[in-house]
């Protein structure tokens, strides 16, 4: 089978590497690909934003299955071209098409959707710049602290938790008015604030049937401890302790099954990932977002612990055939710890040397942002590389992705040394 992933970071790497491995696979393309990708598979110089071109390349090497990595090109409606397409048609994609991809496109859509088929959800309301001063005073009865989202695709960075009112309401005129994330904040969602600790969950799904994968945990704040400000994600674990099967079985019940079968009753014809952000709020699960893809760092922890042929898997969802599936997972633990350039997540430089990758023989290493500069690699975005470990316990994992970070070094590197810690200490609390 011939298949092309579409993305350039860690989750395309990761997928890449993982599809890899499957005998199924015969030709393996990444478009645009990174430094790391072009080593395991062969790199396509395609813009995500290109569907023409992508469609072309797709006939021109009998490509049998395309995976999408990223968001964008998903709300953008690629599914939707190829569907339209006589020839592309039939060709197997992973990802849902435009209407389905607000799910994660548009804040409103995704609140409504939930609200409408029951999914437990804080509750919200949204404003735009013509009702401020609605909003403004609407403010005024919210309880502190404050959850503003915009409503569109804002690159990880269009939620804003304010303390106090009058913070809130500085946040809320920014956004609507002063336009803080383009088109992304015309309209902002303002949001009860859930306290609990939490979740992320995994679902692949034909538009009938579904599987469940593995869980994860993120860590989104560029500081130790949860501290500063928000990245795309500095590091993640999986499994995670507190996601007993006690707690899965409501998340499937509650959550889960009532997306799918939202999705069936407004005939949005889904095939690919859901990705659900939850908060655990004494036990019960809410859903905070809903993802159209995979998240990145999650799958660098999700996709090493699948021990089934992803491939047909990927196969399966994409032809609506996973009733037939049976996913193996490892009861390994696996965790990945984020080497970022400094100053990330706001102004970084790039081009900086990378050394020590070799060095690197205990754990996987993720290319994110890097490329190849004559025989060597230089860093080439925000977040570099990614560690992965995997052992059988959580702080096994964590001591091969600390010692693989160590080994490597570029000028101005940084990563958190805390991944982890707080559900290893909820651990030790359980056990006194």
């Known amino acids: 089978m011939n298949i092309l992933i579409l993305g350039s970071g860690g989750r395309e790497y990761t997928l890449a590497w993982k599809i890899g491995e499957s005998e199924k696979c015969d030709k393996l393309f990444v478009a645009p690909g990174n430094a790391g990708t072009a080593q395991i598979a062969h790199n396509v110089a395609l813009k995500l934003s290109d569907f023409a071109s992508i469609g072309k390349f797709v006939l021109d090497e009998n490509i049998d299955l395309v995976v999408v990595g990223p968001e964008d090109p998903l709300v953008n409606g690629i599914r939707d071209y190829f569907e339209a397409d006589p020839k592309l048609k039939e060709i197997a994609m992973v ?52 959850v503003l989202k915009a409503d569109g695709l804002a690159a990880g960075k269009g939620v804003i938790i304010s303390e106090s009112r009058e913070e809130a309401k500085a946040a809320l005129k920014s956004m609507l008015v002063d336009k803080q994330f383009g088109e992304a904040s015309a309209k902002v969602l303002i949001e009860e604030f859930l306290k609990g600790i939490e979740l992320s969950v995994f679902v692949l799904t034909d538009g009938s049937d579904y599987v469940l994968l593995p869980e ?24 995670v302790s507190f996601a007993n099967t006690e707690y899965i079985s409501k998340v499937k019940s509650k959550v889960i099954e009532p997306t799918i079968a939202g ?38 922890v999700v996709f090493p612990r699948i021990e089934s042929d992803v491939v047909d898997l990927l196969y399966a969802a994409a032809i609506g055939n996973l009733k037939n599936i049976t996913l193996k997972v490892s009861d390994q633990a696996a965790t990945t710890v984020v080497l970022v350039a400094g ?6 430089e790039k081009g900086k040397e990378i050394r020590g990758l070799a060095d690197v023989t205990d754990a996987l290493v993720i290319h994110a942002g890097t490329k190849q500069d ?15 470990g995997q052992g059988e316990t959580l702080e096994d994992a964590l001591e091969r992705s600390y010692y693989g970070a160590k080994c490597i070094s570029w000028d ?12 290893l200490a909820l651990q030790v609390n359980k056990l006194k």
């Open 216 to 239: 994860a945990k993120d860590y989104k704040r560029i500081g130790e401890g949860d501290t500063g400000l928000n990245t795309g994600g500095m590091g993640a674990i999986s499994p």
């Open 343 to 348: 100053g990330y997540p706001e102004a970084y």
């Open 95 to 146: 990802g849902p098409g435009k209407i389905g991809a607000q799910l994660e496109g548009s804040k409103d859509f995704s609140k409504s959707f939930m609200e409408k088929h029951g999914v437990p959800t804080a509750k919200s309301r949204t404003f735009t710049a013509a009702d401020i001063e609605e909003g403004l005073a609407y403010l005024d009865t919210c309880n502190t602290p404050i």
């Open 412 to 423: 101005d590197m940084y990563y958190r040394k805390d991944i982890g810690k707080d559900i």
């Open 374 to 388: 004559d025989y060597k690699f230089v860093t080439n975005g925000g977040r570099v590389l990614a560690i992965t």
């Open 263 to 300: 999705l069936k009753k407004e005939g949005i014809d889904y095939k690919g990932f859901i990705f659900i952000g939850l908060m655990n709020v004494e036990g019960e699960p809410y859903v905070i977002e809903y993802n159209v893809r995979m998240g990145d760092p999650e799958t660098q």
